[in-house]
């Protein structure tokens, strides 16, 4: 939600000390973080003692839906028969399967536009700043411009809609209360031009609100 990355090896180092398992839910970084897009583990050199990966195909791998489980044969074999979520589910359909797969390929392959992402994200970053606002600390993609009230949280989404910037606030209870904001997720396929606009988009909605 705040766009922060898990200090994974030292989480590691309490696991390894005190003989735990390790899950990482991924769903915020896997496909855009970390080498060949393999998320938080990858990010932070942690990967080879990360126990059990969970992600999503609804956010960077294609926008679909479902999700997965990525452990141990014997994490998986238990998983199967005793998981009641997947006990309960139906299959994911194959149009799905296949749109996810695909995405896996272009992610793993895909470097190049990480980096970009990553460049996208400094440049949004340090022109919001520079407007005036308040950003969370961090180097990803999901960016939150805290604005502290819900309903300017709401009139801030609603004059940037007007402005050609589809954003949504984010208030109580889905974040704690007086931490209201709207939280950004850059893309690689924006250009520079378009994170001049959206920067632009933000300075003049801040500023006709009395924001900045």
């Known amino acids: 939600m705040d766009g922060y990355v898990a200090k994974l090896p030292e989480i590691c180092d309490l696991a390894e000390r005190y003989g735990a398992l390790v899950l990482v839910d991924d769903c915020h970084a896997t496909g855009h ?9 990858a990010l932070t050199g942690a990967g080879a003692r990360v ?20 452990a141990a044969r014997p994490i998986i074999d238990l998983l199967r028969q005793r998981a009641r979520p997947y006990l ?9 399967v296949a749109g996810s797969q695909k995405a896996l390929e272009i992610a793993i ?3 190049d536009l990480r980096a970009r992402l990553k460049s996208h994200a400094a440049r949004f970053r340090a022109g ?28 801030m989404a609603a004059a940037l809609d007007a402005r050609g910037v589809f954003v949504a606030g984010f208030f109580f209870p889905v974040v704690p209360k007086g931490r209201a904001r709207i939280r950004t997720q850059l893309s690689a396929a924006l250009s520079d031009a378009d994170v001049d606009f959206a920067i632009h988009a933000f300075a003049d909605a801040g500023r006709a609100l009395g924001v900045v």
């Open 109 to 111: 392959h895909a470097d």
């Open 88 to 96: 309960f589910s139906n299959s994911l359909a194959p149009p799905v």
């Open 33 to 41: 973080l970390g080498k060949h897009g393999k998320g938080t583990p």
């Open 128 to 155: 919001v700043e520079n407007a005036g606002f308040s950003t969370l600390p961090g180097e990803t993609p999901i960016i939150p411009v805290m604005l502290g009230d819900a309903r300017k949280a709401q009139d």
């Open 51 to 70: 126990d059990i990966v969970t992600g999503t195909f609804g956010k960077t791998l294609g926008g679909a839906m479902g999700g997965f489980v990525a």
